[in-house]
């Protein structure tokens, strides 16, 4: 989707909602936003998708009269509301200044030109742009050498409706005005923080973002949801065509049951939140795991696979359908994921293929019986690791790999609890559709 494409459903979607925008969890969440912020007074802050002002005028409270936060937004009606509120603070907020711009494209901006900030924000926004790298590219060069840029990403679970929505829209080439997929936990936000240049100092899990922490849904609401999303709000011109509504409608009520574990589908109200900082030398950092060529090694037990990666590895998937838990002798089978480019196998003489169905193939030592990897046909780029074969020792980044998925929970071993700890849980797999066994 193109940025002017972006920008227009941008305007289609908030502008009726502009009035009533205050009077949502938005408020109170921008309260929690900042506090995570050390603003010092005299600061410059660049506020971007600014909305009706909630975090800007909280910013331009910490700067004081010394300081400026300049706030922009595409939305007129967001802008009306924010020009409202600051003409009744007064002289108050003299040190704010509200300019109508595409954030994709401050560099059009005349106001812009030339101008650095010491620290700029991005609330409830980011999962609306098509590159998230890229854009988040663009804003760092309007920050100050050292200067400090916070933003957050929503949960996978967090507006599930939504979530299914755009699942559909990508199986079927369709458009849709967010992209949040890419959006997977605290390391996905981290990774296209360094992606961009930028040096995380912190991702957080922020809770109760609007306020009900988490919820169930009946496996039977798919089509009220579809109904309320195709066909009552601001995509229903996406669907319009009824040969793509009536396909639409099949893949939505499938990708909603690959949600649901004993007959619910989980929402989870968090987004998460990251703060980053560009080098004080103004330029590009670099992870250190990208500096080294070998970021770990891994092997079996008898030492007949032996491997390295030149990535790093991705969090911990638990897979707990059937074939895993009686090759693992276990309720279910870790694992992590890296690019087919990065993984060498150096030593394989034992490295045995193993094809339970056509679905995917798996390979195991010989010598020792270690499962090694999983990988599939319909994503040939990437391959799966188990993660007990990964010499943690050899670990070259900051953080270690964390589990943040279930898949095949609808197989589950009755025996296994599941830790409150805020994983994706899926009763089948987002990827279920594309596993067809022969």
């Known amino acids: 989707m193109s940025s002017k494409r972006q920008a227009a459903d941008a305007i289609r979607f908030y502008d009726s909602k502009s009035w009533d925008y205050d009077a949502t969890w938005h408020s109170d969440f921008t309260k929690r936003f900042i506090s995570y912020l050390d603003i010092q007074s005299g600061q410059h802050i660049l506020d971007l998708a600014c909305g009706t002002g909630l975090l800007t005028f909280r910013e331009a409270d910490s700067v004081g009269a010394e300081g400026q936060v300049v706030g922009v937004d595409v939305t007129p009606g967001m802008l009306a509301v924010a020009a409202h509120k600051q003409k009744q603070g007064g002289e108050k907020y003299s040190n704010v200044t509200f300019l109508k711009g595409d954030i994709l494209h401050l560099d059009e901006m005349e106001e812009l030109r030339g101008r650095t900030f010491d620290v700029i924000t991005v609330a409830s926004a980011l999962v609306l742009f098509p590159d998230t790298i890229a854009a988040i590219e663009h804003w760092a060069e309007f920050l100050k050498p050292a200067g400090v840029i916070a933003m957050d990403a929503t949960h996978p679970r967090n507006l599930v409706p939504g979530m299914v929505l755009e699942r559909v829209a990508r199986r079927l080439d369709l458009p849709i005005p967010y992209n949040r997929s890419w959006s997977r936990s605290e390391a996905t936000l981290k990774q296209a923080l360094e992606s961009a240049g930028l040096e995380v100092e912190q991702v957080v899990t922020v809770g109760n973002q609007a306020g009900y922490g988490r919820r169930f849904y009946e496996m039977e609401q798919w089509d009220d949801f579809f109904v309320e999303n195709v066909i009552v709000k601001d995509v229903a011109r996406t669907f319009a065509n009824n040969d793509i509504r009536r396909e639409a409608q099949g893949v939505y009520k499938e990708e909603w049951e690959k949600l649901a574990i004993d007959g619910k589908v989980e929402e989870v109200d968090s987004v998460f939140l990251g703060v980053a900082r560009k080098p004080a030398d103004g330029s590009r950092f670099v992870p250190k795991s990208v500096k ?40 279910f089978l870790p694992f992590i994921h890296v690019p087919q480019s990065s993984l060498s196998f150096t030593h394989s003489t034992t490295r045995t293929s193993l094809n339970l169905s056509s679905a995917a193939e798996r390979t195991f030592c010989s010598s020792c019986g270690t499962p090694v990897s999983m990988s599939y046909p319909f994503d040939p780029e990437k391959i799966s690791l188990t993660m007990a074969t990964v010499d943690l020792e050899s670990l070259t980044t900051d953080k270690w790999p964390k589990v943040t998925k279930h898949i095949f929970l609808k197989e589950k071993a009755n025996w296994i609890v599941l830790a409150e700890d805020g994983s994706e849980q899926w009763g089948t797999s987002e990827f279920a559709h594309l596993l067809v066994q022969k």
């Open 292 to 331: 080294n060529d070998i970021v770990y090694k891994g092997g079996c037990r008898c030492g007949g696979v032996q491997y390295t990666s030149s990535a790093p590895p991705s969090d911990i998937t638990l897979c707990h359908c059937r074939a895993c838990q009686q090759i693992s002798g276990s309720g």
